[in-house]
């Protein structure tokens, strides 16, 4: 009994050409399981990149740009400090007072979302303009 249920299982006893359709039956099962999986691995990678690309990024970028306002709001300090003439003094407290409204912004665009417009105050010239958006209880961050 076990010798004729091995021949079955094994397709010992059927002629060679339904041995080749179940080889192709076969071989057609595999590459439709593969081609599912690697729709779902594709699918799964995507969404992570957009995580990475369109929320961390623009959120890491946010934070070195607030931080270097901040460095420079303590330079400022110390060149104030430093000077007497109040021509000078009331310039370097202006653009300490507009790094202050950057900073300012720059917080409010991390919870609302936005356009970051990013501008050397010293000479005037746009850094770089990217977008952040608005701070969302769902997106999935993975830990390390």
């Known amino acids: 009994m076990f010798k004729k249920l091995l021949r079955i299982i094994t397709f010992v006893d059927l002629p060679?050409?339904?041995k080749f359709m179940l080889f192709s039956l076969?071989?057609?099962f595999w590459f439709f399981t593969l081609f599912v999986i690697n729709i779902y691995a594709n699918i799964d990678v995507d969404r992570k990149t957009?995580?990475?690309v369109n929320h961390i990024v623009p959120v890491d970028k946010l934070?070195?740009?607030t931080t270097r306002?901040?460095?420079s709001l303590s330079i400022d300090a110390i060149e104030i400090h430093g000077l007497s003439d109040h021509q000078q003094i009331n310039t370097k407290i202006n653009?300490?007072?507009e790094r202050i409204l950057d900073i300012k912004s720059f917080l409010s665009a991390l919870k609302l979302g936005g356009q970051i417009a990013d501008i050397n105050r010293d000479s005037g010239k746009l850094?770089?303009?990217f977008t952040v958006l608005p701070e969302d209880e769902s997106v999935e961050?993975?830990?390390y």
């Open 95 to 97: 653009l300490s007072k």
């Open 69 to 71: 306002k901040l460095q």
């Open 50 to 52: 957009d995580v990475i």
């Open 141 to 143: 961050v993975e830990p």
């Open 63 to 65: 934070v070195q740009k």
């Open 127 to 129: 850094i770089e303009h």
């Open 26 to 28: 076969g071989v057609l």
């Open 16 to 18: 060679i050409r339904k």
